[in-house]
């Protein structure tokens, strides 16, 4: 299930690290901290193109449908290409 245009806008000034990456999977992990400290885990599966520095503060972030079944995750130097994105509170890096 994709995040909805108000879960996108809440990330705006989180701080944003490249987490986790499971190449077998397609499978994306962003770890967001806000301002409190407060951890959130943003997820991205059967990602097809990835373009983003390790870490980046969220200005302006963007979730747009593509052609066909895709998602585009963007922000100011950011551009992911995935099938699904959602929010979770926790994540387990793979092994």
């Not at 809440?10 to 990456?21: C, E, H, I, Q």
Request: a negative charge.
């Amino acid at each position: 299930m994709a995040l909805s245009a108000e879960q996108v806008q809440r990330l705006v000034g989180m701080k944003a690290r490249l987490w986790d990456f499971m190449p077998s999977h397609d499978h994306l992990a962003i770890k967001l901290t806000g301002s409190n400290d407060a951890e959130e885990f943003l997820i991205l599966s059967g990602c097809e193109d990835i373009s983003a520095p390790v870490f980046w503060h969220v200005k302006t972030p963007r979730l747009k449908s593509m052609t066909g079944a895709f998602l585009e995750f963007l922000d100011e130097k950011v551009r992911i290409v995935c099938q699904d994105a959602s929010l979770h509170a926790s994540y387990q890096r793979s092994r």
